[in-house]
């Protein structure tokens, strides 16, 4: 589903098309309201989960992360390339 998201639901779709546009109206709207309530539930979740962290530790270190990560991103490319 993360790479096609309306793979699943277009056949709800085919047959609601059978019945009418009322039907197809109201499956995309209520598809809307699911896709876009689980988006916001797990924006919110994730973002009390980021309150929690300690950023004073990262922001402290940030220049020895950064460094790190250019480092073995420029060795992965030696072997990629």
């Known amino acids: 589903m993360f790479f096609s998201p309306c793979f699943e639901i277009e056949a709800y779709f085919l047959m609601a098309g059978a019945r009418?546009?009322?039907l197809v109206s109201l499956i995309a709207?209520?598809?809307t309201v699911v896709?876009?309530?689980g988006m916001v539930i797990w924006v919110s979740v994730t973002y009390r989960g980021l309150?929690?962290?300690?950023w004073?530790?990262?922001e402290h270190n940030a220049g020895i992360?950064?460094?790190v990560t250019l480092v073995l991103?420029?060795?992965l490319?030696?072997?990629i390339h």
């Open 77 to 79: 490319s030696l072997f």
């Open 56 to 58: 004073h530790t990262l």
């Open 29 to 31: 709207l209520l598809y």
């Open 51 to 54: 309150l929690k962290l300690n």
């Open 65 to 67: 992360i950064t460094g």
């Open 20 to 22: 009418g546009l009322w």
């Open 35 to 37: 896709t876009v309530g």
């Open 73 to 75: 991103t420029g060795i």
